[in-house]
Nanobody, 120 residues
Framework: VQLQASGGGLVQAGGSLRLSCTAS????????MRWYRQTPENQRELVAT???????NYADSVKGRFTISRDNARNTVYLQMNSLKSEDTAVYYC???????????????WGQGTLVTVSS
């Protein structure tokens, strides 16, 4: 089982980026999917969460600028980031609660990070 994130890069302040993360492998079900970020100062922050039914939550620092969404058919979560600021510079990680078999419990899984750099 693997979570593969992509979409990071270098962008000017005020610009936009879209991150994607796809869960692959033998997966029976996916519950909550999340994006975290870790800043150059090593602060880790939960950026956004989306439940399987589509309910969302955001950190105050990104409300109104970032949108989390998911495509359940593709086991993919997205993070649309608009009006980017220098303080959004971080390594972004996807995270998901996966059920690997029908009668197993959900377990938490991390993807590799993708670097977002916002230049001012």
């Amino acid at each position: 089982v693997q979570l593969q994130a992509s979409g990071g890069g270098l962008v000017q302040a005020g610009g936009s980026l879209r991150l994607s993360c796809t869960a692959s492998g033998s997966i029976f079900d996916i519950s909550d999917m999340r994006w975290y970020r870790q800043t150059p100062e090593n602060q880790r922050e939960l950026v956004a969460t989306i439940a399987s039914g589509g309910g969302t939550n955001y950190a105050d620092s990104v409300k109104g600028r970032f949108t989390i969404s998911r495509d359940n058919a593709r086991n993919t979560v997205y993070l649309q980031m608009n009006s980017l600021k220098s303080e959004d510079t971080a390594v972004y990680y996807c995270n998901a609660d996966l059920r690997l078999w029908r009668f197993s419990t959900f377990t938490n899984h991390w993807g590799q990070g993708t670097l977002v750099t916002v230049s001012s």
